[in-house]
């Protein structure tokens, strides 16, 4: 079983739709989330970090459930811009290293 | 302020030579990892230098080395090249104090090999 699972998408949707993206993670003692963003032959960039609590940021909202390991990210009224290859990561204690998933591809679409 | 820079940006190389690529971390920054994306993959982990060694390893082997220089700055070098080598390769940095804190990434070295 893979560390961090992901749907690879692509997922195609309409501006203005909402859209959510799904990730389950294998090891329980896994201490840090994110979600980042990457575009095509770019780099990852974080797009934020997971609470357990739930977080928002303007149209992206991130939970995190910790018993049943998953992780899920919801992007509200799509833009054409939010076009990009979403990465679940996960991390453990202290200084180790990032844990990627395969990524989810959404293409928002005009 | 200079964020995270990688060299070259693109690289051709024939099976069994040799590659070494360059990062410099973030300003204040002292810990480099290094990462190999392949097409349609997840970056995945190779090595992480702080305080010139080695301090953790992913699942690569031995051809893959790297070093970290006093100014923090870092090689990765790859011997005997494999087709399956192509990749992107990503450099990020993160002060060693700080390890919850975000992890910048640079451009990337994008390798291909023939």
């Known amino acids: 079983r893979k560390e961090v699972e992901q749907d690879p998408g692509p997922f195609n949707v309409p501006e203005g739709a909402t859209v959510a993206f799904n990730c389950t993670y294998s090891?329980?003692?896994?201490?840090?989330f994110f979600w980042y963003r990457q575009d095509c032959r770019k780099e990852p960039k974080l797009l934020m970090s997971v609470y357990s609590s739930g977080n928002e940021d303007g149209r992206f909202t991130a939970q995190l459930n910790r018993a049943s390991q998953y992780i899920s990210l919801l992007i509200r009224d799509s833009k054409l811009s939010d076009s990009a290859t979403y990465l679940c990561v996960v991390k453990d204690m202290g200084n180790t290293p990032l844990v990627f998933g395969k990524g989810t591809r959404l293409s928002v679409i005009a | 302020d200079a964020g995270v820079t990688q060299s070259p940006t693109h690289l051709i190389k024939t099976r069994g030579q040799q590659v070494t690529l360059r990062c410099s971390p973030k300003s204040g920054h002292d810990t480099v990892s290094w990462y190999q994306q392949a097409l349609g993959q997840g970056p995945q982990f190779i090595f992480q230098?702080?305080?010139?060694?080695?301090?953790q390893r992913g699942n690569f082997p031995d051809r893959f080395s790297g070093h970290q220089f006093p100014n923090y700055s870092s090689e990765l070098n790859v011997n005997a090249l494999l087709l399956g080598d192509s990749a992107l390769y990503l450099c990020?940095?993160?002060?060693?104090?700080?390890?919850?804190?975000?992890?910048?990434f640079g451009p990337g070295t994008r390798l291909t090999v023939l």
């Open positions: 230098y702080y305080e010139e060694e080695e301090r």
């Open positions: 990020a940095s993160l002060a060693w104090a700080d390890p919850y804190n975000e992890q910048f």
């Open positions: 090891n329980s003692a896994s201490q840090s």
